[in-house]
């Protein structure tokens, strides 16, 4: 128990930490990478504006994730985190992941289809096959909470 | 639920009253009343050995069987 709530604190202070830098990459960084590679090779100055959305798209849906691991968190210190409650974020893990998914299969078929060298297709497709792995993994956790909810909820009536 | 549970016959048998039963079983009032009421849907052992150990009888005492 004493090990949980000390993994439970480092947790919630890294992903603060992770939400922090990744609102910097959203908001500073990644905007002016672009902005300074569209200078850079105006052949490619076309390509600012969509990467710059899409990138704040990804970091948009990480940090949706970040949030709701915050509250499934405060859920498990609560001694709540086999109720309904916890589903919803659990379904909000769910969607984020395959809204950043969807998004980089699209990517992934357009660098794939105009592509002149096969590394930055190999590393997407890295990237695209993590991101599934991720997405099937909370799925069948999905599937586990709402097992142990129901199995809770049964042990609750019992007298 | 076939299963009845007689616990107003070990009480009235003991003259003892849901309070002080529900407090020396150390089961809420509120679960004693679902248990009276045949609502309960499952029974731990462990509440089981205290109502019979506190209405001095056995389990078949406390729970009935009938036909739907």
């Known amino acids: ?159 | 639920m076939p299963i009845i549970v007689r616990i107003d016959v070990q009480l009235a048998r003991r003259k003892m009253s849901v309070g002080e039963f529900a407090e020396r079983v150390g089961l809420t009032p509120a679960n004693v009343a679902v248990l009276k009421n045949g609502r309960a849907k499952a029974v731990r052992f462990s509440t089981l050995d205290a109502m019979c150990r506190v209405l001095d009888c056995q389990p078949g005492d406390l729970l009935e069987w009938t036909e739907d």
């Open chain 1, 1 to 159: 128990m004493q090990i949980q709530r000390w993994a439970v604190l480092l947790l919630r202070v890294s992903l603060v930490t992770l939400f922090v830098v990744l609102l910097l990459l959203q908001t500073f960084s990644f905007p002016g990478q672009f902005a300074f590679m569209a200078q850079q090779h105006p052949q490619s100055a076309h390509l600012r504006w969509p990467l710059t959305f899409v990138f704040a798209f990804w970091i948009l849906c990480a940090q949706v994730v970040l949030f709701a691991i915050w509250k499934l968190l405060a859920l498990i210190g609560a001694n709540r985190i086999f109720t309904s409650v916890s589903m919803t974020w659990v379904d909000v893990i769910v969607r984020a992941i395959a809204a950043a998914w969807i998004i980089l299969a699209g990517v992934l078929l357009y660098v794939g289809l105009h592509a002149d060298d096969p590394g930055l297709p190999l590393l997407l497709f890295t990237w695209f096959i993590g991101v599934t792995v991720l997405g099937l993994l909370m799925i069948v956790m999905r599937a586990l909470l709402r097992q142990a909810t129901a199995l809770q909820t049964d042990m609750d009536e019992v007298i």
